[in-house]
């Protein structure tokens, strides 16, 4: 494996990152190229990378059912819209995932599909372990804040894909930026539910991250 520390501050972006000699973004199509019920994935990266993702994993994406690499956008949520546009006419139910969380458990992934069927909106989630205090401007705490109802918001989240494409065009000019399509789905008045999830499904932003990915990819 490569030195962590020397890439990561380099060119080479995080779902690129390899582990074990494949890269971050291939272990995590594979978890949902697991579920019978998937039936296409739609890869959204950015301009400059999808030549190179063709002309390199063409065949690996084929063989996991990515259907189609989609240019992403500006924002997150521009990002997102464009591939929920190039989603099946035919889909009943999206899912929206974090490439970098590749540790995401097959379990988890049904569970989010078989609520959002349910609900039509639902996302993982884990229980917020850490103890969380609200300060002012000086760093004082002002108060603690109980735990027993916050949840730490994860990927996969999903949605009925009528009304995921609803209430982005709903919100597509907004100056708003919305830290995942839950919120966007709560601003709109829909209710959203939680599957309980793990601390394991971590997002990797870290070099710690990556040595965690790594630990549990090679026992896997």
């Not at 709560?186 to 599957?195: D, F, H, L, S, T």
Request: net charge neutral; aromatic share 8%.
């Amino acid at each position: 494996m490569r030195d962590l520390d020397y890439v990561w501050g380099g060119a080479v972006k995080k779902p690129f990152l390899q582990i074990r000699g494949k890269p971050i973004f291939l272990y995590t199509i594979e978890r949902f190229s697991q579920i019978e019920t998937i039936h296409e994935i739609i890869f959204v990266a950015g301009q400059t990378e999808i030549q190179s993702l063709r002309d390199q994993w063409q065949d690996a994406l084929d063989v996991h059912r990515v259907k189609k690499i989609v240019p992403g956008g500006k924002r997150r949520q521009d990002s997102v819209y464009n591939g929920l546009c190039q989603t099946s006419i035919d889909s009943e139910i999206v899912l929206i995932h974090d490439i970098v969380r590749p540790l995401v458990r097959k379990e988890h992934i049904e569970a989010v599909i078989n609520k959002a069927k349910e609900s039509h909106a639902a996302i993982l989630a884990a229980p917020m372990k850490a103890t969380v205090k609200e300060t002012g401007n000086t760093l004082c705490i002002q108060r603690t804040i109980p735990r027993n109802n916050l949840w730490m918001a994860q990927t996969p989240q999903g949605f009925k894909r009528e009304l995921i494409l609803k209430i982005f065009n709903q919100f597509k000019i907004t100056d708003r930026e919305f830290t995942d399509d839950a919120e966007m789905v709560e601003k709109a008045g829909y209710r959203v539910e939680i599957v309980p999830g793990t601390d394991d499904n971590i997002k990797i932003t870290t070099p710690e991250d990556m040595r965690i990915a790594e630990a549990y990819l090679t026992n896997a």
